[in-house]
């Protein structure tokens, strides 16, 4: 860790991070520090790194000029790095589907990141249309808590999408009370009531 990097780390975790809630409201204070945070992301420590991505995760969308670092962490080889990036790439760039909906879609496949890509996408709603078969290719999964994030997941997407409309009615016989009960409640929300 070098001293400039400590510097800046120092700096954003004083005052209970006081200086990163300042940036969500101060367009020239994250104009300060999002690229100090960027240039972090850069390291070859993925302490540094981590650290850099819970930072701009705390800024929120002001960062969002740091989403294509972000998405680019999405596919790294540490499993806490990708899950963080994951995480902070739905924080900061909800809001601009074209810079975080396919590394989120991506990140999909990995059992990991799986939900946390599902809750971001479900969040984005019907601009994250793009994921939609890949969301909906999760239902297949073994784990009962990630087919019923893709049913919520999709429905939040399209919920007229016509594969929905199918995976709301196969839900309602799934194996598990936790998925049927989803799309009881999405049956009764929708147009499929």
């Not at 760039?93 to 971001?120: G, I, K, Q």
């Not at 890949?134 to 073994?142: E, G, I, P, T």
């Not at 019923?148 to 594969?163: F, S």
């Amino acid at each position: 860790m070098s001293v400039a990097e400590l510097a800046i780390l120092k700096r954003v975790n004083a005052d209970n991070w006081a200086a990163l809630y300042r940036c969500r409201w101060s367009a020239s204070d994250a104009q300060e520090l999002v690229p100090q945070l960027q240039k972090l992301l850069e390291s070859d420590d993925p302490l540094i790194i981590n650290e850099a991505l819970r930072a701009l995760f705390r800024i929120g969308t002001p960062a969002v000029s740091a989403a294509p670092e972000v998405a680019f962490l999405t596919r790294s080889q540490d499993p806490l790095t990708k899950q963080l990036a994951v995480l902070t790439l739905g924080q900061i760039a909800h809001s601009v589907p074209s810079l975080c909906v396919e590394s989120l879609a991506v990140a999909l496949a990995d059992p990991l990141c799986c939900r946390d890509a599902m809750r971001s996408l479900a969040f984005i709603g019907p601009k994250a249309i793009g994921a939609i078969d890949r969301v909906l290719n999760r239902f297949r999964d073994s784990d009962a808590k990630i087919r019923k994030g893709a049913l919520v997941t999709a429905t939040a997407i399209d919920a007229e999408h016509p594969a929905v409309a199918e995976l709301i009615n196969d839900a309602l016989s799934d194996r598990s009370k936790i998925v049927r009960d989803a799309a009881a409640k999405l049956k009764n929300e929708s147009k499929y009531g």
